[in-house]
Protein backbone atom coordinates (compact mmCIF):
# COMPACT_ATOMS: atom_id res chain seq x y z
CA UNK A 1 0.00 0.00 0.00
CA UNK A 2 0.85 3.37 -0.96
CA UNK A 3 2.61 5.38 2.31
CA UNK A 4 2.59 9.44 2.38
CA UNK A 5 3.59 11.86 4.79
CA UNK A 6 1.31 15.29 5.47
CA UNK A 7 1.20 18.52 7.96
CA UNK A 8 -0.63 17.82 11.17
CA UNK A 9 -2.94 20.16 9.73
CA UNK A 10 -3.78 18.71 6.94
CA UNK A 11 -6.52 16.37 8.68
CA UNK A 12 -9.15 17.58 9.73
CA UNK A 13 -12.95 16.28 10.60
CA UNK A 14 -12.61 12.70 9.04
CA UNK A 15 -10.96 14.24 5.98
CA UNK A 16 -7.34 14.20 5.30
CA UNK A 17 -5.63 15.93 2.53
CA UNK A 18 -2.27 15.55 0.05
CA UNK A 19 -0.95 18.38 -1.64
CA UNK A 20 2.22 19.22 -3.22
CA UNK A 21 3.85 16.82 -5.34
CA UNK A 22 2.89 14.00 -3.64
CA UNK A 23 -0.68 15.24 -5.69
CA UNK A 24 1.41 14.53 -9.29
CA UNK A 25 2.52 11.05 -7.83
CA UNK A 26 -1.08 9.54 -6.81
CA UNK A 27 -3.28 11.45 -9.82
CA UNK A 28 -0.52 11.23 -12.43
CA UNK A 29 1.95 8.65 -11.89
CA UNK A 30 0.08 5.69 -9.64
CA UNK A 31 -3.41 6.95 -11.28
CA UNK A 32 -5.20 6.22 -8.29
CA UNK A 33 -8.98 6.58 -8.51
CA UNK A 34 -11.70 7.26 -6.03
CA UNK A 35 -11.99 4.15 -3.46
CA UNK A 36 -8.25 3.10 -3.62
CA UNK A 37 -6.80 3.31 -0.16
CA UNK A 38 -3.30 4.42 1.16
CA UNK A 39 -1.75 5.29 4.42
CA UNK A 40 -0.57 8.41 5.10
CA UNK A 41 1.12 9.93 8.87
CA UNK A 42 0.82 13.31 10.45
CA UNK A 43 4.28 14.13 10.89
CA UNK A 44 3.25 12.81 15.01
CA UNK A 45 3.24 9.16 14.65
CA UNK A 46 -0.24 9.06 13.83
CA UNK A 47 -0.82 6.88 10.77
CA UNK A 48 -4.39 7.08 8.54
CA UNK A 49 -5.86 4.24 6.47
CA UNK A 50 -7.47 6.59 3.78
CA UNK A 51 -9.54 5.80 0.84
CA UNK A 52 -9.53 8.74 -2.32
CA UNK A 53 -12.09 10.26 -2.19
CA UNK A 54 -11.77 13.06 -5.14
CA UNK A 55 -9.23 15.71 -6.45
CA UNK A 56 -9.95 19.03 -6.40
CA UNK A 57 -7.66 22.23 -7.02
CA UNK A 58 -4.22 20.40 -7.04
CA UNK A 59 -5.34 18.49 -3.80
CA UNK A 60 -5.97 15.14 -3.19
CA UNK A 61 -9.06 14.95 -0.82
CA UNK A 62 -9.06 11.25 1.26
CA UNK A 63 -11.75 10.10 3.31
CA UNK A 64 -10.18 9.04 6.63
CA UNK A 65 -10.85 4.82 7.51
CA UNK A 66 -9.35 4.52 10.61
CA UNK A 67 -6.96 6.18 12.52
CA UNK A 68 -3.49 4.36 15.10
CA UNK A 69 -0.39 5.64 16.83
CA UNK A 70 2.24 4.24 13.96
CA UNK A 71 3.83 1.28 16.06
CA UNK A 72 7.11 1.23 14.26
CA UNK A 73 8.34 3.98 15.67
CA UNK A 74 11.66 3.32 18.63
CA UNK A 75 10.38 4.39 22.75
CA UNK A 76 13.23 6.30 22.75
CA UNK A 77 15.08 9.08 20.61
CA UNK A 78 18.15 8.10 18.99
CA UNK A 79 20.32 11.12 17.55
CA UNK A 80 23.07 9.98 15.32
CA UNK A 81 26.33 12.68 15.49
CA UNK A 82 27.99 11.37 12.34
CA UNK A 83 31.72 12.43 11.83
CA UNK A 84 31.62 14.08 8.12
CA UNK A 85 32.45 11.69 5.69
CA UNK A 86 32.60 11.37 1.82
CA UNK A 87 29.67 12.43 0.00
CA UNK A 88 28.53 8.95 -1.31
CA UNK A 89 29.15 7.23 2.61
CA UNK A 90 26.94 9.87 3.71
CA UNK A 91 24.17 9.31 2.13
CA UNK A 92 24.57 5.87 2.79
CA UNK A 93 24.50 6.02 6.36
CA UNK A 94 21.44 8.81 6.39
CA UNK A 95 19.60 6.21 4.60
CA UNK A 96 20.39 3.36 6.67
CA UNK A 97 19.90 5.24 9.71
CA UNK A 98 16.85 6.40 9.09
CA UNK A 99 15.70 2.33 8.63
CA UNK A 100 17.13 1.57 11.84
CA UNK A 101 15.30 3.99 13.48
CA UNK A 102 17.19 7.09 14.30
CA UNK A 103 14.68 10.67 14.96
CA UNK A 104 17.64 13.04 13.55
CA UNK A 105 21.03 12.46 11.88
CA UNK A 106 23.42 15.65 12.72
CA UNK A 107 26.72 15.83 9.95
CA UNK A 108 29.35 16.91 12.52
CA UNK A 109 32.92 18.26 11.41
CA UNK A 110 35.64 16.71 12.81
CA UNK A 111 39.94 17.38 12.77
CA UNK A 112 40.57 14.29 10.79
CA UNK A 113 37.29 14.60 7.88
CA UNK A 114 38.78 14.23 4.77
CA UNK A 115 36.04 16.32 3.53
CA UNK A 116 35.94 20.15 3.28
CA UNK A 117 32.93 21.99 3.57
CA UNK A 118 32.11 24.16 0.34
CA UNK A 119 30.08 27.50 0.65
CA UNK A 120 27.04 28.31 2.48
CA UNK A 121 25.11 27.71 -0.60
CA UNK A 122 26.33 24.35 -1.67
CA UNK A 123 26.21 22.96 2.13
CA UNK A 124 22.82 24.13 2.21
CA UNK A 125 22.31 21.63 -1.45
CA UNK A 126 23.51 19.09 0.78
CA UNK A 127 21.79 19.43 3.51
CA UNK A 128 18.23 19.24 1.17
CA UNK A 129 19.44 16.42 -0.42
CA UNK A 130 20.32 14.96 2.52
CA UNK A 131 16.64 15.46 3.54
CA UNK A 132 15.00 13.94 0.55
CA UNK A 133 17.01 10.81 0.67
CA UNK A 134 15.89 10.64 4.49
CA UNK A 135 12.27 11.37 3.26
CA UNK A 136 12.30 8.37 0.74
CA UNK A 137 13.76 6.07 2.91
CA UNK A 138 11.24 6.46 5.60
CA UNK A 139 8.50 6.17 2.80
CA UNK A 140 10.23 3.07 1.90
CA UNK A 141 9.95 1.28 5.40
CA UNK A 142 6.29 2.85 6.75
CA UNK A 143 8.32 5.41 9.42
CA UNK A 144 5.75 7.24 11.20
CA UNK A 145 8.04 10.44 11.21
CA UNK A 146 10.59 11.47 8.96
CA UNK A 147 14.01 11.83 10.79
CA UNK A 148 15.73 15.54 10.04
CA UNK A 149 18.98 15.56 9.10
CA UNK A 150 20.73 19.04 10.49
CA UNK A 151 23.37 21.31 8.81
CA UNK A 152 26.59 20.63 9.04
CA UNK A 153 27.92 21.32 13.29
CA UNK A 154 31.03 21.48 14.89
CA UNK A 155 32.23 18.48 17.43
CA UNK A 156 32.01 21.32 20.18
CA UNK A 157 27.98 22.02 19.22
CA UNK A 158 27.68 18.28 18.60
CA UNK A 159 28.67 17.69 22.52
CA UNK A 160 26.29 20.62 23.69
CA UNK A 161 23.60 19.07 21.63
CA UNK A 162 23.94 15.62 23.10
CA UNK A 163 24.70 16.96 26.78
CA UNK A 164 21.03 17.24 26.95
CA UNK A 165 20.16 13.73 26.16
CA UNK A 166 19.82 10.57 29.18
CA UNK A 167 23.16 8.97 27.78
CA UNK A 168 25.98 9.09 24.90
CA UNK A 169 28.06 6.52 23.41
CA UNK A 170 31.03 6.90 21.15
CA UNK A 171 32.57 3.44 19.82
CA UNK A 172 36.07 4.21 20.02
CA UNK A 173 38.42 1.68 18.75
CA UNK A 174 40.94 1.88 21.64
CA UNK A 175 38.11 0.71 23.77
CA UNK A 176 38.34 -2.80 24.82
CA UNK A 177 35.91 -3.71 27.65
CA UNK A 178 33.60 -5.82 25.43
CA UNK A 179 31.32 -7.06 27.93
CA UNK A 180 30.99 -3.34 29.72
CA UNK A 181 29.94 -2.62 26.58
CA UNK A 182 27.87 -5.03 26.57
CA UNK A 183 26.26 -3.53 29.86
CA UNK A 184 25.84 -0.19 28.30
CA UNK A 185 24.08 -0.93 25.13
CA UNK A 186 21.52 -3.17 27.28
CA UNK A 187 20.70 -0.25 29.72
CA UNK A 188 19.57 1.77 26.76
CA UNK A 189 16.24 0.28 27.30
CA UNK A 190 15.37 2.08 29.78
CA UNK A 191 16.49 5.41 28.23
CA UNK A 192 14.05 8.05 26.37
CA UNK A 193 17.19 9.46 24.65
CA UNK A 194 20.44 8.01 23.13
CA UNK A 195 23.10 10.16 21.56
CA UNK A 196 26.02 8.17 19.87
CA UNK A 197 28.92 9.60 17.93
CA UNK A 198 30.63 8.09 14.77
CA UNK A 199 34.43 9.26 13.79
CA UNK A 200 34.78 9.45 9.84
CA UNK A 201 37.11 8.01 7.48
CA UNK A 202 40.54 9.33 9.81
CA UNK A 203 38.67 8.35 13.03
CA UNK A 204 38.17 11.00 15.96
CA UNK A 205 41.36 12.82 17.26
CA UNK A 206 42.83 12.12 20.66
CA UNK A 207 41.82 15.60 21.48
CA UNK A 208 38.22 15.11 20.36
CA UNK A 209 37.73 11.24 22.42
CA UNK A 210 39.12 13.73 25.80
CA UNK A 211 36.55 16.18 25.44
CA UNK A 212 34.18 13.99 24.58
CA UNK A 213 34.91 12.10 28.06
CA UNK A 214 35.22 15.38 30.31
CA UNK A 215 31.18 15.66 28.49
CA UNK A 216 30.56 12.76 30.08
CA UNK A 217 30.15 10.76 26.56
CA UNK A 218 30.65 6.83 27.72
CA UNK A 219 32.93 5.15 25.11
CA UNK A 220 32.65 1.67 24.13
CA UNK A 221 33.90 -1.30 21.86
CA UNK A 222 32.03 -2.66 18.90
CA UNK A 223 34.60 -5.32 18.45
CA UNK A 224 38.13 -6.32 17.94
CA UNK A 225 38.25 -4.82 13.98
CA UNK A 226 38.83 -1.68 12.93
CA UNK A 227 35.25 -1.08 11.38
CA UNK A 228 34.85 2.04 8.33
CA UNK A 229 32.57 4.77 9.39
CA UNK A 230 29.81 3.77 7.21
CA UNK A 231 29.81 0.06 9.01
CA UNK A 232 30.45 1.49 12.50
CA UNK A 233 27.68 3.41 12.32
CA UNK A 234 25.03 0.65 11.10
CA UNK A 235 26.81 -1.69 13.59
CA UNK A 236 25.88 0.89 16.79
CA UNK A 237 22.58 2.09 15.52
CA UNK A 238 21.81 -1.68 15.07
CA UNK A 239 22.56 -2.65 18.67
CA UNK A 240 20.71 0.15 19.89
CA UNK A 241 17.25 -0.93 17.77
CA UNK A 242 17.70 -3.98 19.05
CA UNK A 243 17.97 -3.08 22.65
CA UNK A 244 15.14 -0.10 22.84
CA UNK A 245 12.53 -2.20 20.66
CA UNK A 246 9.42 -2.75 22.89
Not at 5 to 27: F, M, Q, R, W
Not at 53 to 60: A, E, F, I, L, P
Not at 69 to 87: D, I, S, T
Request: aromatic fraction near 4%; glycine fraction near 6%.
Amino acid sequence: MQHFYVESDAVSDGTLTISGSDYNHIKNVLRMKPGEELTAVDGESREYLCEVSSYDDKKVLCTIKESRMCALELPCKVVLFQGLPKKDKLELIVQKAVELGVSKIVPVLTKRAVVVPGSVEKESKKTERLNAIALAAAKQCGRGVVPEVSPLVSFGDALKEASGMDIALIPYELADDVESSREIIRSLGTKKSVAVFIGPEGGFDRTEVEAALEAKVIPITLGKRILRTETAAICALSLIMYETTS
